[in-house]
């Protein structure tokens, strides 16, 4: 389903559905940016909805050598914490695919937050050999929507929602008592496909204030670069319920 100037929009019976046809888009994404540069960029996010989009990436037949793999945020927690978005990806998908270690740009969780933040600026700016002031474009940007209707560690309320300028800081994040270091809109603004993966009966609210309410990035900052025609959600029939 495609609306005017506005996003694409499938709906699934199940999660499982939309992960696999989320999946199959963002490896053809890739897939095509690779016919005319010579490597991709894709970030990804954790928590559970990924999973399955996860499990499915990894068991595709797609030669990952040329993509390099970077975070849209991260908990400020080492590697190998079970709240690391890093370890959850790392375990399904970019071990079991093989993806070399040199295209993996993981955000250094186990330092200060600042620290993290810097490094992972700096990796940034290194790879898309970025002048100053520039903004990364990554060829493909996987997000997810909480219930709350925050999406990478930018949440409702946050001063973060209106930096059009930065790439990525550390955010101290109340409601879950954590830093956590986050890309910023105006990264979210520039890339060139952004995919958004949703699935659970508690995102319905949130879903619909998102794709149907009037903007306001600030209580919902999820709309964030997800209303227009580079979007594409894929989503499950529980979150949608309203729309």
């Given at each position: 389903m495609n609306t005017a100037n506005g996003p694409e929009l499938h709906v699934?019976?199940?999660?499982?559905?939309?992960?696999?046809?989320?999946?199959?888009?963002?490896?053809?994404?890739?897939?095509?940016?690779?016919?005319?540069?010579?490597?991709?960029?894709?970030?990804?996010s954790g928590g559970s909805t990924p999973k399955?989009?996860?499990?499915?990436?990894?068991?595709?037949?797609?030669?990952?050598?040329?993509?390099?793999?970077?975070?849209?945020?991260?908990?400020?927690v080492p590697p190998d914490n079970d709240e690391s978005n890093y370890k959850l990806a790392n375990a399904l998908f970019l071990a079991p695919a093989a993806i070399p270690a040199g295209n993996i740009h993981r955000i250094y969780g186990e330092l200060p937050p600042p620290e993290a933040a810097r490094r992972y600026v700096e990796d940034i700016k290194a790879f898309f050999q970025l002048r100053?002031?520039?903004?990364?474009?990554?060829?493909?940007?996987?997000?997810?929507?909480?219930?709350?209707?925050?999406?990478?560690?930018?949440?409702?309320?946050?001063?973060?929602?209106?930096?059009?300028?930065?790439?990525?800081?550390?955010?101290?994040?109340e409601k879950m008592k954590m830093d956590r270091v986050t890309l910023l809109p105006g990264v979210l603004f520039a890339a060139k496909r952004t995919v958004l993966l949703v699935s659970?009966?508690?995102?319905?609210?949130?879903?619909?204030?998102?794709?149907?309410?009037?903007?306001?990035?600030?209580?919902?900052?999820?709309?964030?670069?997800?209303?227009?025609?580079?979007?594409?959600?894929?989503?499950?029939?529980?979150?949608?319920?309203?729309?």
């Open positions: 699934y019976e199940d999660p499982q559905q939309a992960a696999r046809d989320c999946s199959q888009y963002i490896l053809s994404s890739l897939g095509e940016v690779l016919k005319s540069q010579g490597n991709a960029a894709l970030a990804i399955p989009l996860f499990s499915e990436m990894a068991k595709a037949s797609f030669d990952w050598s040329k993509t390099h793999i970077f975070w849209v945020d991260e908990r400020c100053e002031g520039e903004l990364p474009v990554f060829d493909v940007l996987h997000r997810g929507i909480g219930p709350d209707a925050h999406t990478a560690s930018l949440f409702p309320g946050s001063h973060l929602v209106e930096d059009r300028t930065g790439i990525a800081t550390n955010v101290w994040v659970g009966a508690d995102k319905v609210d949130a879903m619909y204030n998102v794709l149907e309410g009037p903007q306001n990035f600030l209580k919902y900052p999820c709309q964030i670069a997800s209303r227009d025609n580079r979007a594409v959600w894929y989503m499950d029939k529980a979150s949608t319920a309203k729309l």
